[in-house]
């Protein structure tokens, strides 16, 4: 079966620089959400998107962006990196009529220097 | 607000003794509950998960969890652990199935197995 889908899988970038994470999520659900996973911890919810609009925000900083486009897929963008921003970013999709079990990529693993 | 909290960061057993992993939750609604296992440099994986029903739910790998609404516990259980059960377990909670507010994760709980 067919799951939520992240690229890139790693990401090297220098502080102040930006970058996108993109997802794709399982088709045919409508709801995806960003999680972020400092090295030892739990993860933690940034965002979430119901047919492409925003539905809840977690701790997303304000540096941080994400949208939903019309074919569900979603990026992640962050501007001004900080050191402290390196950590392995979940996407996750679920399907709401469906039980809406969230169902949790591979993960993009962004590294700041 | 709801929060969970995972008792004991790390859990060591031996092979093929019982696995017991807790879990307790607030939450000022009815609960989803679930359990997700991660494997070093890998997602997360769900393992089980309770919405509504019966109270004591089997998930893959041989887990099952037991909701207990008096002891707002959802502790994950394996009879007989095996080597490759050694993982980091997280229990999260959500008051919609996990729907638009995401999942509030525990802190984790490393699981180790002694041959």
Redesign the interface.
């Known amino acids: 079966a067919a799951g939520v889908i992240q690229s890139p899988r790693h990401l090297i970038k220098e502080k102040r620089e930006t970058a996108t994470l993109k997802c794709y999520p399982i088709p045919r659900h409508d709801?995806v959400?960003w999680?972020q996973q400092g090295p030892g911890?739990?993860?933690?919810?940034l965002i979430?998107f119901?047919e492409k609009m925003q539905?809840?925000k977690?701790s997303i900083p304000d540096r941080f962006s994400a949208q939903q486009f019309s074919d569900y897929h979603s990026e992640l963008n962050m501007s001004s990196l900080e050191l402290g921003d390196s950590a392995l970013y979940?996407c996750?999709s679920?399907l709401?009529s469906a039980?809406?079990?969230?169902?949790?990529?591979?993960?993009s693993w962004l590294t700041v220097v | 607000a709801q929060s969970v909290t995972q008792l004991g960061s790390h859990v060591s057993v031996s092979e093929g003794a019982l696995v017991l992993l807790r879990c307790n939750y607030s939450s000022s609604v009815p609960p989803y509950l679930f359990w997700y296992v991660q494997y070093p440099n890998q997602g997360l994986q769900l393992l089980l998960k309770y919405t509504t029903g019966a109270t004591l739910v089997k998930g893959i790998n041989g887990f099952e969890a037991e909701f207990k609404k008096s002891e707002t516990s959802f502790h994950l259980t394996k009879p007989s652990a095996h080597m490759s059960d050694a993982a980091e377990y997280f229990c999260a909670v959500s008051d919609s199935g996990g729907g638009a507010d995401g999942l509030t994760f525990g802190k984790g709980t490393h699981l180790i197995i002694q041959p």
Do not use: H, K, L, V
């Open positions: 709801t959400y999680y911890q739990d993860p933690q919810f979430s119901y539905s809840d977690g979940f996750a679920s709401r039980g809406n079990t969230i169902y949790f990529g591979e993960g």
